[in-house]
Nanobody, 124 residues
């Protein structure tokens, strides 16, 4: 288990960009596959992206592929989500999560640790 804290959310105009950060506790950060999810009011939690323990492989959901980029800095115990070309429908609470799986996974139940979330609002 690892403790996670997201930051970087806020208000941005459509077409703009935001960079979310997720800081993890402890020296075991590199043992976890990391993922980003989001949840809008009345919607199910949606998988966005995942990254291998050493950052060598990534996986993206089709709706964000080409617009969002996941990365990690294991020396800083931090995972990032760069979001470009934001749309009003991207507005949601964004969560980072950690999994003990050896390869990227998109299933929420495979992630055992979750951050508190950070709000992203996109104006027209």
């Amino acid at each position: 288990q690892v403790q996670l804290v997201e930051s970087g959310g806020g208000l941005v105009q459509a077409g703009g960009s935001l960079r979310l950060s997720c800081a993890a506790s402890g020296r075991t950060f590199s043992n976890y596959v990391m993922g980003w999810f989001r949840q809008a009011p009345g919607k199910e939690r949606e998988f966005l992206a995942a990254i291998m323990r050493d950052g060598s492989r990534t996986y993206y959901a089709d709706p964000v592929k080409g617009r969002f980029t996941i990365s990690r800095d294991n020396a800083k115990n931090t995972v990032y989500l760069q979001m470009n070309s934001l749309k009003p429908e991207d507005a949601a609470i964004y969560y980072c999560a950690a999994s003990n799986f050896l390869t990227p996974t998109s299933t929420p139940t495979n992630f055992g640790s979750w951050g508190q979330g950070t709000q992203v609002t996109v104006s027209s």
